[in-house]
């Protein structure tokens, strides 16, 4: 278990959904839970979500955002079930991170479902080692190679997105796509790391990538919030007609 969560810490359980069908408008399904113990492997056991007093029973290869309510303050990353198991009166799910844990505010990780188009490009080489070493480099724009993707949901922290390439897991990134606040269109430039990047579950001729953002700047971040919470009261007026 990493030493930065406690046992007692309460939990928000977000699930990943992962068909494409879904519904955008519709909200992802959200479940509490408990911090119980360390499990072997670095893992947790967790209790079993409650709901109406029913025990949700979460399954083994079901992923989630997990959001931790630390001593640190709020800690987020990903999570999969590896294990379900009672002892004595008590229903216990074992949890993995599949993702470094990351400190944030609470507005920074709500996550606005859409459908978006994206570009993003894989860096590499001279350019990658100057970026993350705080250097500037000047690319031609000419030259670099960008890939067409769908925006499945995007946050401050960072998005989801699907495509019809395979990329490596921990693969540095620049994205680039358009946001409009007060009806002025802006388009962003924002580097990321590839967090997790396999074949989509219910169409296998695309490829489901979770994306991180690297070091983005405060300004850039306000924009993506102001951008999400302009879009949620978009569809709330729509929704009251």
């Not at 993995?96 to 990351?102: A, D, F, G, I, P």
């Not at 540095?172 to 990321?192: G, P, W």
């Not at 296998?204 to 994306?211: F, G, L, N």
Request: aromatic letters at 10%; proline letters at 2%; a neutral charge.
């Amino acid at each position: 278990m990493d030493n930065k969560l406690s046992i007692g810490d309460k939990i928000e359980l977000e699930k990943i959904e992962t068909r494409l069908s879904v519904d955008p408008d519709k909200k992802p399904e959200k479940y509490n839970s408990q911090v119980l113990d360390e499990a072997p492997n670095d893992r947790i056991y967790a209790a079993m979500p409650i709901r109406g007093g029913t025990v949700v029973p979460l399954g083994v290869g079901q992923t989630f955002y997990a959001t931790f309510f630390s001593n640190s303050g709020l800690l987020r990353c990903e999570v999969v079930v590896t294990g379900r198991y009672k002892k004595g009166g008590f229903f216990l799910v074992e949890l993995e991170q599949k993702s470094s844990l990351q400190k944030v505010q609470r507005r920074e990780f709500f996550r606005y479902e859409c459908r978006k188009q994206i570009q993003y490009r894989i860096i590499e080489g001279e350019e990658k080692e100057m970026i993350r070493a705080g250097n500037a480099f000047q690319a031609d724009e000419h030259s670099l190679e960008w890939k067409d993707a769908i925006m499945i949901d995007l946050s401050g922290g960072g998005i989801r997105m699907v495509s019809s390439a395979s990329e490596e897991k921990g693969a540095f990134v620049e994205l680039r796509f358009d946001i409009e606040i007060n009806e002025e269109v802006e388009i962003l430039y924002v580097y990321a790391e590839l967090l997790r990047s396999e074949r989509n579950q219910n169409n296998t001729s695309i490829y489901d990538h979770r994306i991180m953002f690297w070091k983005l700047d405060s300004g850039t971040r306000e924009k993506i919030i102001r951008y999400i919470f302009e879009q949620q009261r978009k569809k709330r007026a729509q929704q009251l007609g």
